[in-house]
């Protein structure tokens, strides 16, 4: 299996834009999470799916965040507008009925 | 939520030597896993022990529910083990949401 994958893998862009990064989760798996992970807050948990249902987005800080699942293979976090505090690694990972977690290689995203 | 304390958080070694982490947990939990993140910043599946003990190679991890501990043995260490370890749980009868410690950040000198 190649993994959880995610793009892109770095990504620059200035204050205000809109930024959308994707992941692929392992096939089979039937739960999603997406974490951010900065030096102040160590790993947060922004929200998790399962079977493409969104079960818990307690963690996602404000409304500027959304993140969808349109299928068992795909899922997107939306960051807009963005700003310089979302500058952060922001992982994926499945798992398959829960239990354990495999991580994607992550996303850096780094706002001016 | 759920708390979870690991030690020590910072560790430097040579090469050779023999460690020991410590993860404790609040709470019952019926997920825990630890992790380890490279220089590079991949996070990588070590184990997947709710309970009981597991070996792989020079590691090995013992889960102690009732107590609320796990704790993670690097033996031999390597250059190549350096980076920070995570442990990370989920409570037993809840939904699954997964709680981080904050990590061990370890160090392993030539």
């Known amino acids: 299996d190649a993994g959880v994958i995610q793009s892109p893998r770095h990504e620059v862009t200035e204050m205000g834009q809109e930024v959308t990064l994707r992941c692929k989760p392992i096939?089979?798996?039937?739960?999603l999470f997406w974490y951010r992970q900065t030096m102040m807050r160590g790993l947060e948990l922004l929200i998790y799916?399962?079977?493409?249902?969104?079960?818990?987005d307690s963690g996602m800080p404000e409304d500027r965040f959304s993140a969808k699942m349109p299928n068992a293979s795909f899922s997107t976090l939306k960051i807009q507008p963005s700003e310089p505090r979302d500058s952060a690694v922001y992982f994926c990972a499945s798992s398959l009925e829960g239990y354990e977690q495999y991580f994607g290689p992550g996303t850096r995203l780094t706002v001016t | 939520g759920i708390q979870v304390e690991q030690s020590p958080p910072d560790l430097i070694l040579q090469e050779g030597a023999n460690s020991t982490l410590r993860c404790n947990f609040s709470?019952?939990?019926?997920?825990l896993q630890w992790f380890h993140q490279n220089p590079w910043g991949q996070l990588i599946n070590l184990f997947y022990i709710p309970s009981g003990t597991k070996q792989n190679g020079r590691l090995s991890a013992t889960t102690v529910a009732t107590e609320r501990y796990s704790l993670l043995y690097i033996s031999s260490s390597q250059t190549t083990d350096s980076g920070v370890y995570f442990c990370?749980?989920?409570?037993?009868?809840?939904?699954?949401?997964?709680?981080f410690g904050r990590g061990t950040s370890l160090i392993v000198h030539p």
């Open positions: 709470d019952s939990v019926n997920n």
């Open positions: 799916f399962n079977n493409n249902v969104p079960i818990d």
């Open positions: 990370a749980v989920a409570l037993s009868g809840g939904s699954y949401i997964p709680t």
């Open positions: 096939s089979g798996h039937d739960y």
